[in-house]
């Protein structure tokens, strides 16, 4: 079977499966995020916190719930890897030294699991588990119970109350991400990734030498890692290492992992707000949107362009050969569409125009479909500016799902938008003005640029991968980019609840001749129009700068 062929039927299969599950598990997920039922161990974790299950939150308390939960969590992660060395199950590694610390303990919590260290020489198997794999889980949880909550601005009616961040938080562990994950490590463990608390072992390599191999409870952690969109390798090489990730088929289920509830939850969505095409018509638009990147990206990396690459009818620098050319670039669309940031291939690698197609992926806001939760409320956000647009040009006050959209709701959405590609431009604009920044870069010119382009798209956006030409591990990077993790995922947070909770408060204004219709197909076009021209007008300078300027030369 040709090499395009084959990458038909791996693409083909994902998207018949994504849609077989989309309805089951977006119907799951309404479930447990509107029943008033509380599980007995539930209970338990809400007595040990100290809250009322019952008791609803305003936007501002549930966004100071975000931040205060977000907080502790930063400090309880940093304190386990400085503190390593004296615990158990540690290996004889050291404490992790301050400044990847931090930068490791802002990037999981955020949910971009972005790696300044090779995991299998700097953490032991307490930190990797009680600190890394907890983090997978709970930040993903943070992303689905904040989408609830802006779900319920749009649902609700004449109230500020939008659910109770605890339940959310505890519920989207136990009812959603726990089970699944459970599932999968078990998958990934038949497909041979590796799962034990073994030491180091110590063998011989055909060239005389030794090597230390380190094992570990390395299937339980990257399930969690592709389903909760975090991205982060329990080894250096990512998905690209046989312990993580075998072969071809334990390829598919990883992405599989990656894009099941993100295109799951605008079912939920739909359900909740009482109108099921709603739904429908926002996984349309993120459908779309990702098909074009995924049939993109493996039209550069098929493309061929250049001696080397036409002697063997793909670019296959940087690809792993037990997957090939279809499976990474797939793999490389899917972890960039979403907040994962895993890689099984070395993006650095790619052609110019397929790099050129992952940072896009990224500034798009990852919304097509988007990490877990964070990809739908982006994506009802922009929604919502879609229909502002559309209601300026027929003159008409616009609407979505029955709630105005005035002067503060556009402000919010519109500081919403901004905030990411102000972080990656200046941060970029920084790290090029400076010469101990540049000495960082591997590469000069066009490609060098697009390392750092890369690396602030990356960190603003939680993604987490990386161009592997730049050396990040250094003081400045670990800081910048730690202060751009946390700045891209809390402030979108806190505008996203702020302008859910003007939502909530309003009266429903009734459907008239006026009202532009938000579950049509011209919707979906405009939505899908509206995000690409944004990112081309605001990114396009800095990408005709690296990726394109490298392309055409």
Same mark, same amino acid.
């Given at each position: 079977m040709g090499a395009t062929a084959a990458g038909i039927l791996f693409i083909g299969s994902l998207i018949l499966v994504l849609a077989a599950v989309h309805v089951p598990l977006g119907d799951h997920m309404y479930r447990t995020f509107t029943s008033t039922r509380h599980w007995r161990a539930e209970r338990l974790i809400y007595r040990i916190v100290g809250v009322d299950p019952d008791a609803e939150q305003v936007w501002s308390v549930y966004a100071r719930s975000v931040l205060a939960f977000s907080a502790v969590s930063v400090l309880a992660l940093y304190g386990l890897q400085r503190l390593q060395s004296h615990l158990m199950l540690s290996l004889g590694f050291g404490g992790v030294e301050p400044d990847i610390a931090w930068n490791t303990a802002i990037s999981f919590v955020t949910n971009t699991n972005w790696q300044a260290y090779s995991g299998e020489s700097a953490m032991g198997h307490l930190a990797q588990m009680a600190g890394l794999a907890v983090q997978n889980f709970v930040s993903a949880a943070v992303g689905i119970a904040v989408a609830m909550a802006f779900v319920r601005g749009l649902a609700r009616r004449r109230t500020g109350e939008l659910g109770n961040f605890w339940v959310d938080l505890t519920r989207a562990v136990t009812r959603v991400l726990l089970p699944i994950a459970a599932v999968a490590a078990i998958a990934l463990v038949a497909g041979g990734a590796i799962q034990n608390f073994a030491d180091p072992h110590t063998v011989g390599t055909l060239t005389g030498g030794e090597q230390t191999i380190t094992g570990g409870p390395v299937a339980s952690q990257e399930a969690i890692k592709e389903l909760g969109t975090n991205g982060g390798g329990f080894y250096n090489a990512n998905s690209a290492h046989p312990f993580e990730n075998p072969t071809s088929w334990t390829n598919w289920i990883e992405i599989l992992l990656i894009l099941l509830i993100p295109f799951s939850l605008p079912r939920t969505f739909g359900r909740m707000v009482g109108d099921r095409r709603q739904g429908g018509a926002i996984v349309a638009v993120m459908a779309a949107l990702a098909l074009i990147s995924v049939v993109a990206l493996?039209?550069?990396?098929?493309?061929?362009?250049?001696?080397?690459?036409?002697?063997?009818?793909?670019?296959?620098?940087?690809?792993?050969?037990?997957?090939?050319?279809?499976?990474?670039?797939?793999?490389?669309?899917?972890?960039?569409?979403?907040?994962?940031?895993?890689?099984?291939?070395?993006?650095?690698?790619?052609?110019?125009?397929?790099?050129?197609?992952?940072?896009?992926?990224?500034?798009?806001?990852?919304?097509?479909?988007?990490?877990?939760?964070?990809?739908?409320?982006?994506?009802?956000?922009?929604?919502?500016?879609?229909?502002?647009?559309?209601?300026?040009?027929?003159?008409?006050?616009?609407?979505?799902?029955?709630?105005?959209?005035?002067?503060?709701?556009?402000?919010?959405?519109?500081?919403?938008?901004?905030?990411?590609?102000?972080?990656?431009? =200046?941060?970029? &604009?920084? *790290? @090029? +003005? %400076?010469?101990?920044?540049?000495?960082?870069? /591997?590469?000069?010119?066009?490609? $060098?640029?697009?390392?750092?382009?890369?690396?602030?798209?990356?960190?603003?956006?939680?993604?987490?991968?990386?161009?592997?030409?730049?050396?990040?591990?250094?003081?400045?990077?670990? =800081?910048?980019? &730690?202060? *751009? @993790? +946390? %700045?891209?995922?809390?402030?979108?947070?806190? /505008?996203?609840?702020?302008?859910? $909770?003007?939502?909530?408060?309003?009266?429903?204004?009734?459907?008239?001749?006026?009202?532009?219709?938000?579950?049509r197909p011209q919707f979906v076009g405009m939505v899908a129009g509206v995000t690409l021209i944004l990112v081309a007008l605001t990114f396009f300078p800095a990408l005709a700068l690296g990726p394109l300027a490298e392309g055409i030369h």
């Open positions: 493996n039209a550069a990396q098929l493309a061929h362009h250049g001696t080397v690459p036409e002697s063997v009818t793909a670019a296959s620098e940087g690809t792993e050969a037990r997957f090939g050319i279809s499976n990474s670039a797939t793999f490389a669309a899917a972890t960039t569409l979403t907040s994962t940031g895993a890689v099984d291939s070395f993006h650095d690698s790619y052609t110019s125009l397929g790099g050129a197609v992952t940072m896009l992926n990224m500034m798009v806001g990852e919304v097509a479909p988007g990490g877990v939760g964070s990809g739908l409320y982006g994506m009802l956000i922009l929604a919502i500016i879609t229909v502002f647009a559309a209601g300026l040009m027929v003159g008409r006050t616009p609407e979505y799902l029955g709630k105005r959209i005035g002067a503060r709701e556009i402000k919010l959405a519109s500081m919403y938008f901004l905030v990411t590609p102000m972080i990656v431009l =200046v941060g970029t &604009g920084i *790290a @090029m +003005a %400076f010469e101990t920044p540049r000495e960082s870069m /591997l590469n000069s010119g066009p490609h $060098g640029l697009s390392e750092v382009l890369y690396a602030f798209t990356s960190a603003a956006n939680n993604n987490g991968s990386a161009f592997g030409g730049l050396t990040a591990a250094t003081t400045f990077y670990d =800081v910048a980019l &730690g202060l *751009a @993790m +946390a %700045f891209g995922r809390f402030l979108p947070i806190v /505008l996203a609840l702020a302008l859910a $909770g003007s939502l909530a408060r309003q009266t429903p204004v009734p459907v008239s001749a006026g009202t532009l219709p938000t579950h």
